[in-house]
């Protein structure tokens, strides 16, 4: 069965540091979101992505944060300047038609750590 | 603002039924999701109401209410792997997702 993967599963970094975290979606799938996960907290919505180009994001993702999809099959959640209240678990999730009705699959998360 | 609250825990006996209720409040509305999810894992996709009834798939079957802004997940035979959180989640605009407080199942031997 088709799944999204996640790369890297954990990663520590400094304060202030940049970071990359990679998805590669389902193949056939055109919808592309991110989402974090406080410890213990819900899901927050952070960005959907279609057509190379941003579809919808939340006040959580200002400036610091971009997404891009460098090639056919990756999709990159960029953190600029991290802070000690982004430590969370990301997840990135894909669906084919985006439509109220179709599934979101997630993938694993990576769990960030700021330091 | 849109919220969706969800009581924070529920506690069952294995082979019970149990029911996780949602309320929600959102600007439009285009269906309710139920995402289960087991510690370190990522959400996965149980069930979709986009109109009110009873929709069933196995020992799990989730009820909307529109009128209400109410629904709710039902599980049924409760086995000790069904241990884990549950969100519901809505569609808010066109590409935007809103999930639920969650609430932790403990299911007991």
């Known amino acids: 069965e088709p799944e999204v993967t996640q790369t890297p599963s954990h990663q520590v970094t400094q304060m202030g540091q940049e970071v990359i975290l990679r998805c590669v979606p389902i193949s056939n799938h055109l919808y592309f979101y991110w989402y974090r996960q406080i410890l213990g907290q819900k899901v927050e919505f952070l960005v959907s992505f279609y057509n190379n180009e941003i579809s919808e994001k939340s006040e959580i993702f200002d400036d610091q944060f971009s997404v891009e999809r460098p090639d056919g099959s990756n999709f990159t959640l960029k953190i600029r300047s991290t802070k000690l209240e982004d430590s969370a678990m990301y997840f990135c999730?894909?669906?084919?038609?985006?439509?109220?009705?179709?599934?979101?699959?997630f993938g694993p998360g990576t769990r960030l750590t700021v330091l | 603002g849109q919220s969706l609250e969800q009581p924070s825990e529920v506690t069952a006996v294995e082979g019970a039924i149990v029911q996780i209720n949602c309320t929600y409040q959102t600007s439009g509305f285009y269906g309710l999701s139920w995402y289960q999810q087991h510690d370190g894992g990522a959400p996965t996709f149980l069930s979709y109401n986009g109109l009110d009834g009873l929709e069933e798939t196995g020992r799990f079957s989730s009820f909307l209410s529109r009128s209400d802004s109410y629904g709710y997940l039902l599980l049924q035979e409760l086995q000790m792997k069904d241990s884990a959180s549950y969100f519901c989640?809505?569609?808010?605009?066109?590409?935007?997702?809103?999930f639920g407080t969650g609430t932790r199942l403990k299911v007991l031997a």
């Open positions: 989640a809505v569609p808010s605009g066109t590409y935007k997702y809103i």
């Open positions: 999730a894909s669906s084919y038609s985006g439509g109220s009705t179709d599934t979101q699959y």
